[in-house]
Nanobody, 118 residues
Framework: QVQLVESGGGLVQPGGSLRLSCAAS????????MAWYRQAPGKQRELVAA???????NYADSVKGRFTISRENGKNMVYLQMNNLKPEDTAVYYC????????????WGQGTQVTVSS
């Protein structure tokens, strides 16, 4: 059974930091690109950051320089370090596992709420 379990969300003041974690099980972790997406109320889900098993990363322009994605392949973990948080970062954050090879299945976690407010 595949599971992606996010943790680390919460309420933080503007300018603060949070670290999200995603624990993956039931998949070949190194065969998946791991990513963080977010969805704010009334908006579409959007890519925040992604990381391949080889270390390649990409980020949404809105978070470049503030967020850092990392993964521990030996522990099947992916993280999102979020610094200098802004109210517009408020959203539900989702972990996603996307297979490198075609024809595979994409998996999503249940999401964790991040609220940036004073």
């Amino acid at each position: 059974q595949v599971q992606l379990v996010e943790s680390g969300g919460g309420l933080v003041q503007p300018g603060g930091s949070l670290r999200l974690s995603c624990a993956a099980s039931g998949i070949s972790f190194s065969s998946h690109v791991m990513a963080w997406y977010r969805q704010a109320p009334g908006k579409q889900r959007e890519l925040v950051a992604a990381a391949s098993s080889r270390g390649a990363t990409n980020y949404a322009d809105s978070v470049k320089g503030r967020f850092t994605i990392s993964r521990e392949n030996g522990k099947n973990m992916v993280y999102l370090q979020m610094n200098n948080l802004k109210p517009e970062d408020t959203a539900v954050y989702y972990c996603k596992a996307h297979p490198v090879s075609s024809g595979g299945t994409t998996y999503w976690g249940q999401g964790t709420q991040v609220t940036v407010s004073s």
